[in-house]
């Protein structure tokens, strides 16, 4: 293990410098409050993106993305049953879906609602060729 003072200078570690700057870069521009397990999910889920679109851009070959599914998006409907306390409603459902939940539960209740992006999936694996012409 190398001293905190020192510097790894590695060439194989140089490698990794553009993927480094990308994580903190995330890290500094991700709002969190330490010891929140509430801000720990923004934190994880802006890593990973950051992470995607680096490989995306700087590691997957070029054209490797031209035949990608588009992405599938998931929806959840939380409820704040009381405070700092949020119940899913309504998992994975279409945006207007989730949008038409939410407004039904503010209406209904006495509780405040939200729109959450649950998972956004895509799929690098070509597309089934369509029957020939």
């Known amino acids: 293990m ?5 510097v ?11 993927l480094a700057q990308v994580i903190a870069r995330t890290l500094r521009d991700t709002p969190i409050r330490l010891g929140s397990p509430d801000t720990t999910p923004d934190l994880v889920g802006a890593l990973t993106a950051a992470v995607a679109v680096y490989i995306g851009r700087e590691v997957l070959p070029p054209g490797a993305l031209d ?15 009381s405070p700092g306390y949020w119940v899913t409603f309504s998992p994975n459902c279409p945006l207007s879906a989730a949008q038409e939940w939410c407004a039904s539960a ?4 006495r509780w405040p609602a939200r729109v959450v992006r649950r998972t956004t999936i895509t799929t690098i694996e070509p597309l089934p060729a369509g029957p020939a012409a």
């Open 67 to 81: 035949e990608a599914r588009p992405p599938t998006v998931a929806w959840d409907v939380e409820v704040e049953r």
């Open 2 to 6: 190398t001293a905190p003072d020192r």
């Open 106 to 109: 503010e209406e209904n209740t």
């Open 8 to 18: 790894r200078t590695d060439p194989d570690l140089a490698e990794l410098g553009p």
